[in-house]
């Protein structure tokens, strides 16, 4: 099964793809990870790409897509895949239509405005190790301070009130309408999202089953 998961930043998707991910045994595809990789083992479209990303540029749609097809190609998609981060917008994904490239449910996980700012703007990040926190549901043990390694637990620049809410906006403008477009399709599933992430998983599971 070919999937794809929308969701605002902050709704938890790239969780969901990585569950299921495990549970159906089929890569979880992130735009990032293959242009990289595909940079690193010298392919053509890699190749393309380099150009772009070395002068700071964009990488064009077609190039994304023509390197995403090579991924897809690839041995362990036999079974399916789950696009994470692709398409953003519809033209993106009016260009996947056009490579032949097949969707059969996209997965979307929707959660109010006001509880993706809270999610995000209380979530704390160290500094050194990475590892996440929130100051309401998950705080470390000493304020400010990382459980594991001791390392200052802060807040990063994207999670700042005023930088989520400019996210949200470009994602309402640019990512949202991509539920409309696959809802015509006919391939559209809605998920509330829940508090707890494990509930969120079995509905978003029952929904790819149904």
């Keep these: 099964m070919n999937l794809i998961l929308l969701g605002a930043p902050g709704a938890g998707k790239g969780t969901q793809a990585e569950v299921i991910s495990e549970k159906l045994g089929i890569p979880q595809i992130s735009t990032g990870?293959?242009?990289r990789e595909a940079v690193k083992n010298g392919?053509?479209?890699g190749l393309k790409a380099k150009s772009f990303m070395e002068s700071g540029a964009l990488v064009p749609d077609e190039v994304v897509i023509g390197i995403l097809k090579d991924r897809i190609a690839e041995d362990?998609?036999?079974n399916g895949y789950i696009l994470d981060g692709f398409p953003r917008t519809v033209?993106?994904?009016?260009a996947?239509?056009?490579m032949g490239i097949n969707i059969d449910k996209v997965v979307s996980i929707?959660?109010?405005?006001?509880?993706?700012?809270?999610?995000?703007?209380?979530?704390?990040?160290?500094?050194?190790?990475?590892?996440s926190y929130h100051?309401?549901?998950?705080?470390?043990?000493?304020e400010g301070i990382c459980d594991k390694c001791g390392g200052n637990a802060v807040q990063r620049k994207d999670d700042a009130p005023e930088?989520?809410?400019?996210?949200?906006?470009t994602y309402h403008e640019q990512t949202a309408p991509l539920a409309d477009f696959y809802d015509k399709r006919g391939k559209l599933v809605r998920v509330e999202g829940q508090e707890e992430v494990k509930d969120t998983s079995k509905k978003v599971l029952a929904a790819i089953n149904a």
Excluded: H, M, W, Y
Excluded at 91 to 94: I, R, T, V
Excluded at 111 to 128: F, M, N, T
């Design 43 to 45: 392919t053509e479209c």
């Design 76 to 78: 362990d998609c036999k």
């Design 91 to 94: 033209p993106q994904a009016e």
């Design 110 to 131: 929707d959660v109010p405005d006001e509880v993706i700012q809270g999610r995000l703007s209380g979530r704390r990040v160290c500094e050194k190790c990475g590892a």
């Design 33 to 35: 990870n293959i242009l």
């Design 163 to 169: 930088t989520v809410i400019e996210r949200l906006r």
């Design 135 to 142: 100051i309401q549901f998950n705080p470390p043990k000493k």
């Design 96 to 98: 996947l239509e056009n």
